[in-house]
């Protein structure tokens, strides 16, 4: 079945400890892209990788960082979370750019740094 | 600064109606407008729509695009339950960024 996984679905956390969401696709997309969701002000990227070795910020990079080594693999890594990143976390991937192709969307992951 | 505007942002209609959803963007170097469906769960795609008064359709769903006065319509007609969602669009860019904005949804309730 193609889809995009993401883990964990749920994360609580303590300030400043690093965390790895994973995010992984079967369906060899070149694009990927991380969001978050926050109340009222919808849905952000974060970062997108257009493919190996390739990525670039998106609206709010800010504390975030992230690497695709491999194709199918996009994780996304917060060195030093803080209360401020407490949202829901969607990884997305499209066999083109974005704005080209459908984006298909991971189930989410929900992180409450305390 | 790239935006995209929906509106209304909420809306309660009762099953049978038919709802318009709109979207507004201001994208420089637009490429295309995308719209998608979010229940209590990740966003599933609905349209892509890149040229402008082609009509995009899949059921009851329908969907138009203005590029000259920089919107998109969503329509619903004889709307269900199950309809009831956030419905999102987006504006992408062509060349160089490859960025998505997203507006902040519509959230359409449908009542029995």
């Known amino acids: 079945e193609a889809q995009v996984t993401q883990n964990p679905r749920y994360l609580i956390t303590v300030t400043g400890k690093k965390l790895t969401v994973t995010c992984s696709q079967n369906?060899?997309?070149?694009?990927m892209s991380w969001y978050r969701q926050d109340p009222g002000l919808g849905l952000r990227q974060i970062y997108y990788?257009?493919?190996?070795?390739?990525?670039d910020k998106g609206d709010v990079p800010e504390g975030y960082k992230v690497s695709r080594k491999e194709k199918r693999n996009f994780p996304l890594i917060l060195e030093s979370p803080s209360p401020n990143q407490t949202s829901l976390y969607f990884c997305?991937?499209?066999?083109?750019?974005?704005?080209?192709?459908?984006?298909?969307f991971g189930p989410g992951t929900r992180l409450t740094v305390l | 600064e790239d935006k995209v505007v929906q509106s209304p942002l909420s809306l309660v209609v009762h099953e049978g109606d038919t709802v318009t959803l709109n979207c507004s963007y201001e994208?420089?170097?637009?490429?295309?407008l995308l719209w998608y469906k979010q229940e209590k769960k990740a966003p599933t795609f609905l349209f892509m729509l890149?040229?402008?008064?082609i009509e995009k359709k899949s059921g009851r769903l329908s969907s138009i695009l203005d590029k000259k006065e920089l919107f998109s319509i969503l329509n619903i007609t004889a709307t269900q339950t199950g309809d009831s969602a956030v419905y999102l669009c987006?504006?992408?860019?062509?060349?160089?960024?490859?960025?998505?904005?997203f507006g902040k949804g519509t959230k359409l309730t449908v009542n029995p």
């Open positions: 997305a991937s499209s066999l083109l750019a974005g704005g080209k192709d459908t984006q298909y």
């Open positions: 369906m060899n997309h070149e694009y």
């Open positions: 990788s257009m493919n190996v070795e390739v990525t």
């Open positions: 994208v420089t170097n637009f490429r295309s």
């Open positions: 890149t040229s402008s008064g």
């Open positions: 987006a504006g992408a860019p062509q060349g160089g960024s490859e960025k998505l904005v």
